[in-house]
Antibody
Framework: EVQLVESGGGLVQPGGSLRLSCVAS????????MTWVRQAPGQGLEWVAN????????YYVDSVKGRFTISRDNAKSSLYLQVNSLTAEDTAVYYC??????????WGHGTMVTVSS | QSALTQPPSASGSPGQSVTISCTGT?????????VSWYQQHPGKAPKLMIY???KRPSGVPDRFSGSKSGNTASLTVSGLQAEDEADYYC?????????FGGGTKLTVL
């Protein structure tokens, strides 16, 4: 079964950090671009970052540059998002997704990040 | 870069057709044929419905179709069914990044 499973979310204080993880199964993870998309409560989707199959290229939305780092471990079929210097505006469900032709065809169930004191 | 512009809501009766627009600029929708559409039911992850403007992934009913003219892309849902009631989001490549529309809530009357 093709599947993405995220973990690592939780409640964190402003200025804090988390490491989000996403484990893939059912497809050849090492061949695909991967993406993080987030959705604030009651709001729309926002693309956050993506990474090339070999990890050599990474791109970020302006609002997270310098604070978030996307990475991957193809041997473990895993995608990561290190999120630092968190603010209330980062509160959202974070989804990992497989990217093909700039479209996201496989999504995880999401992991919730809540930034609050 | 601002989000793509979608109407906040759309509606139609069962069996009817409804079209949702997605307006961007020459730097995103108008500049690339990488427009996608996603369906999201409450509490669920988004589902890809259309990619590369008008292509349907396997398993998506042919009631869903996409098109583009200039800086505006459109999603048409024909033969509306109750299960089509959901939020719909467009997205476009914008040169090393992807931007989404604000979303449209589709109500089946």
């Amino acid at each position: 079964e093709v599947q993405l499973v995220e973990s690592g979310g939780g409640l964190v204080q402003p200025g804090g950090s988390l490491r989000l993880s996403c484990v893939a199964s059912g497809f050849t993870f090492s061949r695909d671009w991967m993406t993080w998309v987030r959705q604030a409560p009651g709001q729309g989707l926002e693309w956050v970052a993506n990474i090339k199959p070999d990890g050599s290229e990474k791109y970020y939305v302006d609002s997270v540059k310098g604070r978030f780092t996307i990475s991957r471990d193809n041997a473990k079929s895993s995608l990561y998002l290190q999120v630092n210097s968190l603010t209330a505006e980062d509160t959202a469900v974070y989804y990992c997704a497989r990217e093909a032709a700039v479209a996201f065809d496989i999504w995880g169930h999401g992991t919730m990040v809540t930034v609050s004191s | 870069q601002s989000a793509l512009t979608q109407p906040p809501s759309a509606s139609g009766s069962p069996g009817q057709s409804v079209t949702i627009s997605c307006t961007g600029t020459n730097s995103d929708v108008g500049g690339y044929n990488y427009v996608s559409w996603y369906q999201q039911h409450p509490g669920k992850a988004p589902k890809l419905m259309i990619y590369e403007v008008s292509k349907r992934p396997s398993g998506v009913p042919d009631r869903f179709s996409g098109s583009k003219s200039g800086n505006t892309a459109s999603l048409t849902v024909s033969g509306l069914q109750a299960e089509d009631e959901a939020d719909y989001y467009c997205s476009s490549y914008a040169g090393s990044k992807v931007i989404f529309g604000g979303g449209t809530k589709l109500t089946v009357l």
